[in-house]
């Protein structure tokens, strides 16, 4: 009776235009000559890009120490930085050229509701070439925006990811 009145509550809660809500891929580009540089500090090596996003929505590649991470920048300025070298990979790391937001779409409206970038790491001190590659999956809500998941990559990594952002809204964030 329990299960019962609790599918049937949830039944009731969902939008009744729900099935026009639509999830899809926007690409926004992150290489260095596609977005501004705001902020270099030789000495330190750190510098800060700010690259486009999507509904209001920006991105801040951030490079410190040789590893890259990303900062994204909610509509009204708020930050949120999610921390690639430690939920990630600790090795010295870049970010992939492009960012995949998954939006869902009603009529004219659009909505991230999560961030895919892929992440290249150098995790083998003795062979620096070779580097691992993870999709760092970040769920955007307005209570939080963090990494959810870290998908290895593979054949079926992209796929995975995908799944993985289009879920996450009830994710943990990963710590």
């Not at 079926?156 to 799944?163: D, G, I, L, Y």
Request: hydrophobic residues 40%; contains cysteine.
């Amino acid at each position: 009776m329990l299960a019962r009145n609790f599918i049937a509550i949830l039944i009731l809660s969902l939008p009744l235009n729900a099935s026009t809500t639509q999830v899809d891929s926007i690409y926004t580009d992150l290489a260095p000559d596609r977005c501004k540089t705001v902020k270099v500090d030789k000495d330190l090596g750190e510098s800060v890009q700010k690259c486009a996003g999507v509904a209001g929505y920006s991105l801040l590649v951030e490079d410190a120490d040789a590893r890259q991470s990303i900062t994204v920048v909610a509509p009204d300025g708020k930050r949120h930085t999610l921390n690639y070298s430690q939920v990630i990979t600790t090795a010295f790391s870049t970010v992939g050229d492009k960012a995949e937001w998954r939006v869902e779409r009603e009529s004219a409206n659009t909505r991230p509701i999560a961030l895919i970038v892929r992440v290249f790491a150098n995790e083998d001190p003795d062979s620096p070439q070779k580097r691992t590659a993870y999709l760092a999956v970040a769920k955007i809500t307005p209570e939080k925006i963090c990494v959810t998941a870290r998908v290895k990559g593979g054949a079926t990594a992209n796929e995975e990811a995908r799944r993985a952002a289009d879920t996450s809204t009830w994710a943990p964030c990963l710590e």
